[in-house]
């Protein structure tokens, strides 16, 4: 079946540190990809997204770019910062008759950046 | 614009019991996903409901349910409580399957 696969955590960082978070995914049909964040105590918030091959979603800084040929969409920022420390999920959206409606996520990968 | 909205935001209930979590959805989005997140299994589909039919579902005992009505808003109910269900319970409402904008989630504390 389909699944995600991230770099395992917890990544740290100092400050103005160049970032990459792995994710790699296994698909039968042709998903879409996302990049979720979830700070302490909240929710998931949709960080950035990508619909199909060599697109490039970015959002605050943050961008991955959807590489078909090596079924990967990592997260990349050129320069984090202390307020980046939360946690990063992967996750995909590949809709079929067994899929519908349904994320399926990477196992989260923690950011720590200190000053 | 209103954003994804679950009650309660803490819970905790004694095993055995049941308990009822609601989520209302953005405004126009007919899609309402469940997730259950725990320290061991990270993020686990439960079920997602369109149109007021469930269309998918996880790999959950019976005792999760769920609901959608007319407007919209889901809930989900977990009968006779374990340990194990202590969780943080995560609603995500979709316009049409794409950009899933997910509630701050209700944290169920089992004991």
């Known amino acids: 079946g389909d699944s995600v696969t991230q770099m395992e955590g917890p990544v740290t960082l100092s400050e103005e540190a160049f970032l990459t978070i792995n994710c790699t995914y296994t698909?039968?049909?042709?998903?879409?990809l996302f990049w979720y964040v979830q700070y302490p105590g909240e929710g998931l918030q949709l960080l950035l997204k990508?619909?199909?091959?060599?697109d490039k979603g970015s959002n605050k800084g943050f961008e991955a770019t959807y590489r078909k040929e090596t079924t990967s969409f990592h997260l990349e920022k050129g320069s984090v910062q202390v307020s980046d420390s939360a946690v990063y999920f992967c996750?995909?959206?590949?809709?079929?008759?067994?899929?519908?409606?349904?994320?399926?996520f990477g196992q989260g990968t923690t950011l720590q950046v200190k000053p | 614009k209103a954003g994804v909205t679950q009650t309660p935001r803490y819970l905790i209930k004694t095993r055995g019991q049941q308990v009822t979590l609601s989520c209302s959805p953005i405004?126009?989005?007919?899609?309402v996903s469940w997730y259950q997140q725990t320290p061991g299994q990270g993020l686990q589909f439960l079920f997602e409901?369109?149109?007021?039919?469930?269309?998918n579902k996880g790999n959950f005992p019976g005792r999760f349910s769920g609901r959608q009505f007319s407007n919209s808003r889901s809930e989900m109910n977990v009968s006779t409580l374990e340990l194990g269900d202590s969780a943080l319970y995560l609603c995500?409402?979709?316009?049409?399957?794409?950009?899933?904008?997910f509630g701050s989630g209700t944290r169920l504390t089992v004991v």
């Open positions: 996750a995909l959206s590949d809709p079929g008759s067994s899929n519908t409606g349904k994320l399926i």
């Open positions: 405004s126009g989005h007919r899609s």
């Open positions: 990508a619909t199909k091959a060599d």
């Open positions: 698909a039968t049909g042709y998903p879409s």
């Open positions: 409901y369109f149109s007021e039919t469930q269309r």
């Open positions: 995500a409402s979709s316009l049409g399957g794409e950009g899933y904008t």
